[in-house]
């Protein structure tokens, strides 16, 4: 088994540094683990996904805090972007005369509904 250390900071950035330095630090403690290279390659893995630094990646879990990936935003981001489009088009049309909104209103509440369904499925899957 190989021993891997994962360090909340790392030693080089100390390295030159006076005590007095360390000890300014938001956070001069410094806590080392010991993994196997499967363990160390999950919380690197899970550490990308996270989008968070090892660092605060680490002291989450340790600290039971909720760490939430949201997966799929960028579709929900497009769909949102789609339907702005579609309500700027809208009222630019009402406001010049040329719009009876019923049907338009209609499109935008089914887009609304599709959007929102993405909304739930993400929720439940990081719930």
């Known amino acids: 088994m190989i021993n891997s250390f994962i360090r909340a900071m790392s030693e080089s950035k100390m390295k030159g540094k006076s005590g007095a330095d360390k000890m300014n630090r938001k956070r001069p403690k410094q806590i080392v683990i010991r993994a196997s290279e499967q363990e160390f390659e ?4 899970n550490v990308e996904k996270s989008g968070l ?3 605060e990646y680490l002291l989450r879990c340790a600290l039971n805090k909720k760490i939430t990936v949201i997966e799929g935003l960028p579709e929900l981001v497009l769909e949102l972007k789609r339907i702005g489009n579609n309500l700027n088009q809208l009222t630019k049309a009402v406001h010049e005369g040329k719009a009876n909104c019923s049907q338009e209103l209609n499109d935008i509440n089914k887009e609304l509904k599709v959007v929102w369904q993405l909304l739930r499925r993400l929720i439940q899957g990081q719930v």
């Open 42 to 45: 999950k919380i690197k893995k």
């Open 53 to 55: 630094t090892q660092n």
